[in-house]
């Protein structure tokens, strides 16, 4: 949740005015995949900001990854594959 939440926010607060984003959720056998993309202006993160690394560390913490960055058809794209855990039984 939170890190659909931080990327959309920067969505809102990078990708331009009339930008548009899509969250994609994939629920594999053994992860989950969550994936936003967004319509807006292909840019480099600010410096400053901490929102990838937080987004990244989450999916770090779970034992996941995060990808951040420019689409080949322009906008932005954060998608984190995080695993699940086995089922009991």
């Known amino acids: 949740y939170r ?5 959309l926010t920067n969505v809102r607060r990078h990708a331009g005015v009339g930008a548009t984003a899509e969250v994609t959720i994939d629920y594999r056998p053994a992860e989950l995949v969550v994936q936003i993309d967004d319509t ?7 410096p400053s ?6 987004m ?11 990808t ?4 080949p ?3 932005w794209r954060v998608r ?10």
Not at 56 to 66: D, N, Q, V, Y
């Open 3 to 7: 890190i659909v939440q931080e990327a």
């Open 40 to 46: 807006g202006a292909s840019r480099a993160p600010a």
């Open 49 to 54: 900001g901490n929102g990838i690394g937080g």
């Open 56 to 66: 990244r560390e989450r999916a770090t913490t779970l034992g996941g990854s995060l």
């Open 68 to 71: 951040a960055g420019p689409r």
């Open 73 to 75: 058809a322009g906008g």
């Open 80 to 89: 984190a594959e995080l695993p699940l855990p086995e089922p009991a039984g």
